[in-house]
């Protein structure tokens, strides 16, 4: 008998398999897929490995649920993963339409207001931001970009260096 403190032994053994194989059908899946399935590198990369995620909990801890139809799941979801990164790189229309550019939020020291309320960040957000990157002075900051993955990427120095246009290629600026 199973509850909510006790598990029997056969329960746990057979959550020790399915993790074993679930966890062998990812490496798999993964090897023949490529490196960039578990990358943050747009918002659905990032979405896929949220599922990837909740689909290898489901089939360990529901007894229900199949390990093949795991497997299968988890194959699917990077296919469609592996079309879409092919698609956004072929079909600029398709790039435009299914992924977020990123966005400039502070540049040379100065916070861009309308961009900053544009995505939804409040001064403090991107403040606390900035103390993670160890920044002390806003003069120190050449640019501040929200990444379409939702993260906030902080290029500062101390040194008086100029930013190098091409930091910033696809970035909105507005």
């Known amino acids: ?65 199949s390990i093949l139809k795991g497997g299968v799941a988890l194959a699917g979801i990077l296919f469609f993963q592996t079309v879409f990164a092919f698609l956004v790189r ?35 957000d991107l403040i606390a931001k900035l103390r993670e990157a160890n920044v002390i002075h806003f003069d120190e900051v050449r640019a501040v970009v929200l990444e379409s993955t939702g993260d906030v990427s902080v290029l500062h120095t101390s040194e008086d260096k100029e930013l190098m246009d091409k930091m910033l290629t696809g970035v909105r600026s507005e």
Do not use: C
């Open 90 to 124: 072929k079909i600029p229309a398709f790039e435009k339409l299914a992924t977020n550019k990123p966005m400039l939020i502070m540049k040379n020291g100065k916070i861009l207001e309308s961009n900053l309320h544009s995505t939804n960040m409040s001064e403090e």
């Open 1 to 65: 008998m199973e509850n909510w403190v006790y598990a029997s032994l056969p329960i746990i053994g057979k959550v020790f398999l399915t993790i074993l194989a679930i966890f062998t059908i990812v490496i798999i899946i993964t090897r023949i897929s490529g490196l960039r399935t578990f990358a943050k590198m747009s918002s659905f990369d990032f979405a896929s490995t949220i599922a990837i995620g909740s689909i290898i909990a489901t089939i360990i801890l529901n007894p229900d649920q």
